[in-house]
């Protein structure tokens, strides 16, 4: 049951990019360079001194920032970039003239796959984000097999882009403090066209895999860097959501240098190397993505005991097109290992139901701090042809939803391939 909207028009993302103007690449490098300059930064190309377009650009993702970096590794090449459609808000138009490829994250869009082939047959440069999100915790996200299909369908050169700082510089969980970190970006060519040519899909997903291998607080405290702002901590129960000594779920918050438990009162201290300290007695865990993925341990034996289950009145803006989001009130939003996502709302005097199965989802696209409906933090809930960003009633749940979404995949993926 689909919403019942007055405009049943969407925004149509089944388009092919335009071939970005020269006099446009230009300005976009100006843009950058301007945007970059109180920003101390480095951009390193390894390997790439004869190659020329087309080739496929894979990065990691940390900020808006990583756009920036990739335009002064790039240029004076024209580049396509793969956006998700919360990109073309109010200015579709501009994201059009730039030559951005239109995509709603997690869904299977076929037309986007024609839309590259596009590009590189044109002989440009196709960058994409293939973890579809910012780094939650500065280490490498999910990244889906069908990578090394779309690059043995394209033939060309494969680079892969890894920054480095970008998160310690503006955490997704914080993006309006930002913090003075120097900025390190690194393009690589990984495969020629002969390699993507001789190597298995298998082999290909194999070899992105070991690129994007990538700790931002290993880098911080090998690389020396001090983060000395007093607010460095602030956020960081977002990702850091259960208490390792009480087990309590969504009973973290955080402020100034501290990140802490309201259940049972342990507080622990973000220090200015990166490292994590324990006011009081022992320290769970000194490095910030080993209590991350602790947590996401603890959520997928949940999910093996049958246990895990998820339910909440959240309240829902759509984005059926890219000049508003529709606020559609309060719906109830279900998660579990059987039906994934289901949404159940009521707008304009009818019931609507969306649905994704746990196999339409290998990820989760989480906001925390979404600044273009209110800042809270929400999910998008996506089909081929709407968004739905979903604010739960409780708090400080997403990042649990989005490892339940990851894991619950990889059960459900694994039982289908054996």
Not at 157 to 176: F, M, Y
Request: charge should be neutral; charged fraction near 25%; aromatic fraction near 12%.
């Amino acid at each position: 049951m689909d919403v019942n909207y007055r405009n049943q028009k969407r925004y149509k993302t089944a388009k092919y990019p335009i071939c970005q103007p020269i006099y446009l690449t230009w300005l976009i490098q100006v843009l950058s360079t301007i945007m970059l300059a109180s920003k101390k930064h480095k951009v390193e190309c390894v390997g790439m001194e004869d190659l020329k377009p087309p080739y496929i650009l894979l990065s990691n993702h940390m900020s808006f920032v990583d756009f920036e970096l990739i335009s002064k590794g790039t240029y004076p090449a024209r580049v396509n970039n793969v956006v998700n459609i919360d990109g073309y808000y109010l200015r579709p138009w501009l994201m059009t003239w730039i030559g951005a490829i239109c995509t709603r994250k997690f869904t299977n869009d076929f037309h986007l796959v024609k839309s590259i082939k596009k590009v590189t047959s044109r002989g440009d440069i196709l960058c994409m984000y293939p973890e579809a999100r910012y780094s939650p915790c500065g280490i490498t996200s999910y990244l889906p097999d069908s990578l090394g299909s779309l690059i043995k369908m394209n033939k060309v050169p494969v680079v892969v882009a890894i920054h480095h700082g970008n998160h310690l510089h503006s955490p997704v969980w914080n993006v309006k403090k930002k913090r003075k970190v120097p900025m390190h970006t690194v393009l690589t060519r990984l495969l020629s066209a002969e390699q993507v040519k001789e190597m298995t899909a298998a082999e290909i997903n194999e070899a992105l895999r070991n690129a994007f291998v990538y700790d931002e607080y290993r880098y911080q405290k090998e690389s020396g860097i001090l983060i000395t702002e007093k607010y460095r901590a602030e956020g960081l129960h977002k990702v850091l959501y259960q208490c390792p000594h009480c087990m309590a779920e969504s009973k973290m918050a955080s402020k100034d240098t501290e990140i802490f438990c309201t259940e049972c009162g342990k507080r622990w201290t973000l220090c200015e190397d990166g490292t994590l300290s324990a006011n009081e007695g022992e320290t769970e865990f000194s490095h910030v993505p080993d209590w991350f993925n602790w947590e996401r341990e603890q959520v997928r034996a949940e999910i093996e005991r049958g246990e895990y289950s998820f339910e909440d009145e959240v309240d829902v803006h759509s984005m059926p097109r890219c000049y508003r989001f529709m606020p559609l009130g309060k719906a109830t939003l279900t998660h579990d290992v059987e039906n994934g996502f289901v949404l159940k709302g009521h707008y304009r005097g009818k019931d609507y139901e969306i649905r994704r199965s746990p196999l339409m989802n290998n990820s989760l696209h989480v906001e925390y701090d979404f600044p273009h409906i209110k800042p809270f933090d929400c999910v998008d809930i996506s089909t081929e042809s709407d968004s739905f960003y979903c604010y739960p009633t409780k708090e400080n749940v997403v990042t649990k939803l989005a490892f339940a979404t990851e894991e619950i995949y990889r059960i459900k993926i694994q039982n289908v391939r054996k």
